[in-house]
C-alpha cells in the first residue's frame, strides 16, 4: 500500500478492488479502508462513480455525498468496455483479496468479468455482490434502489405516525446495511482463505438488509399471523419507550424495563402511577399507551428538555434530546469518540466527514486519504502492476484510462 507508514488497522494488507458505487458497496469499501485495507477503488468511464453527480451539496465543486463515502481509497478510472481496460483488470484480479461490485446481475457476465472467469484467474479471490434483490430468486436481474427496498420490505409499513401515509426512514438504512452485511461477510469470507486459501461469493441485497431491519416487527407477525403497524417513535413491545414533547423540544425516554418505569413515575412526581391499574406492567402500559402518554405529557411540557435529562440521568433512566444532525455532530461525546474528522481534498479543500465507529485496542483505525479525485492513482497503480511510462501514455491517449496524478 502506497502510503507514508503502514496503516496500524487489523487488516492492513488486504487489497480490495471496488467497481461498486453510489453507497451500499462505496461504504464497505470505507468500512474496510478505516480497517486498513488498500482499496482501489475503480470507476467507469465516462464519468466515474454516478455519485460524483450528486452537485447538491457541493463543497467547492466537488460533490460532498461523493467525498464522504469515497475517503480512505486510492481511484483509478477505467474503460472495462475496452479490451486494454479489461486487461488492466484482469491483472489487478491476480492479486486482489476482495472485488467488490454492485451492478445489475448480467452486467459483469457481458464484461467477461463475471466470477467464474476471475475465480479462474485468482482461487482465493472474495467476490461480493450487492444488488437490488440478490443472486438468486425470481427478482434476481430486478433493478434495486433503497427507497425501493424499504417499501418492498415492509419497512416503509412501520414507518411514521399511524394513519398517515407510508414513510422511508430519514436516511439510506438499506444501502447503509447491505455495505455493512457486505463488510461481515467479506470479513467471513476472509477467515474462511486465510484457513483454506479459498475465495468465494458474497451475496447480499437491499432488500434483504432492509428486511433485517424488521425483527421486532417480524417476530411479532410470526407469533400473530398480523402485520405491525407503524407507532411513531413508540416501541412495539414496551411503554414507555419513545419521544414525548416538552417545553422547549422533545426528549426520548427509555422505560424498556419495570424498575425504569417505576423511576420514571418519581422523576415526574407521580409515584401513584406505579400502582395505577392502567400502567402497572408493561401490558397494561401498552394497552393503555394514549392514555400514558397524555399524563406524561402534561408533566413533561413544564420543563425545558435539559431538565429532564438531567433528572433522569440522576435517576439512572436512559433519556436524551432529539437532536438536529448538526447538534448531535457538534455534541463532546461524538467528539471525544472521533465521530468528526477533519480532512483536506486537493479541490475541495478543507473538508469534514464521519468517522470510525468502530474502535480497536492494538490495531486502530485510521483516515488519511481524502475521497480521490476521478483517476487520481491511475499512473501510481498502473506503475505498481508493471506497466511502463509508454504503456501508460498509450492507455491515456486512447481514453482506456483517465490519470489525474497531478492534481
Aim: charged letters at 20%; glycine letters at 12%.
Amino acid at each position: 500500500m502506497s502510503t507514508t507508514s503502514r496503516h496500524p488497522g487489523p487488516l492492513a494488507g488486504m487489497r480490495v478492488l471496488e467497481l461498486s458505487q453510489i453507497m451500499a458497496g462505496p461504504t464497505c469499501g470505507m468500512m474496510l479502508a478505516d480497517m486498513g485495507a488498500d482499496v482501489i477503488k475503480i470507476e467507469k468511464l465516462p464519468g466515474g462513480d454516478d455519485s460524483r453527480g450528486y452537485r447538491e451539496p457541493a463543497v467547492n465543486g466537488v460533490s460532498a455525498p461523493f467525498m464522504i463515502l469515497n475517503r480512505n481509497k486510492r481511484g483509478m478510472a477505467i474503460n472495462l468496455k475496452d479490451p486494454e481496460g479489461k486487461e488492466i483488470l484482469l491483472r489487478m484480479v491476480r492479486d486482489a483479496d476482495v472485488l467488490t461490485e454492485n451492478y445489475r446481475l448480467g452486467t459483469m457476465e457481458k464484461l467477461g468479468l463475471e466470477y467464474d472467469v476471475l475465480h479462474a484467474i485468482n482461487p482465493g479471490l472474495i467476490y461480493c455482490a450487492v444488488s437490488g434483490y440478490g443472486r438468486t430468486g425470481p427478482y434476481r436481474a430486478k433493478a434495486g434502489f433503497d427507497l425501493i427496498a424499504q417499501g418492498f420490505s415492509g419497512l416503509m409499513s412501520v414507518t411514521g405516525e399511524p394513519g398517515r401515509p407510508p414513510v422511508k426512514t430519514g436516511n439510506s438504512v438499506a444501502d447503509i446495511n447491505a455495505g455493512l452485511l457486505s463488510v461481515s461477510g467479506i470479513l467471513a469470507a476472509y477467515a474462511h482463505k486465510l484457513k483454506t486459501g479459498q475465495g468465494q461469493v458474497v451475496d447480499t441485497s437491499l432488500m434483504e438488509a432492509a428486511m433485517q431491519q424488521t425483527y421486532w416487527q417480524a417476530a411479532s407477525y410470526f407469533a400473530t399471523g398480523e402485520s405491525p403497524g407503524p407507532t411513531g417513535s413508540a416501541h412495539l413491545l414496551t411503554a414507555p419507550y419513545q419521544a414525548f414533547p416538552t417545553r422547549d423540544g422533545w426528549v426520548n425516554i427509555g422505560g424498556a424495563n419495570q424498575g425504569n418505569w417505576q423511576r420514571i413515575a418519581e422523576v415526574l412526581g407521580h409515584p401513584e402511577w406505579r400502582s395505577d391499574p392502567r400502567f402497572e406492567t408493561n401490558s397494561r402500559r401498552m394497552e393503555n399507551i394514549q392514555d400514558l402518554c397524555a399524563v406524561m405529557s402534561d408533566v413533561l411540557k413544564m420543563q425545558d428538555t435539559a431538565f429532564w435529562v438531567e433528572a433522569f440521568d440522576a435517576a439512572g433512566v436512559p433519556a436524551g434530546p432529539v437532536n438536529t444532525i448538526g447538534q448531535a455532530l457538534s455534541h463532546p461525546q461524538a467528539l471525544a469518540r472521533g465521530m468528526v474528522i477533519e480532512l483536506e481534498h486537493p479541490q475541495a479543500g478543507h473538508t469534514q466527514a464521519l468517522g470510525c465507529p468502530i474502535h480497536f485496542s492494538l490495531t486502530p483505525t485510521r483516515v488519511d486519504r481524502p475521497a480521490p479525485v476521478l483517476g487520481q492513482h491511475t499512473r501510481e497503480l498502473l506503475l505498481e502492476y508493471g506497466y511502463d511510462e509508454g504503456q501508460i501514455a498509450h492507455f491515456v491517449a486512447a481514453g482506456v484510462v483517465v490519470d489525474a496524478s497531478e492534481v
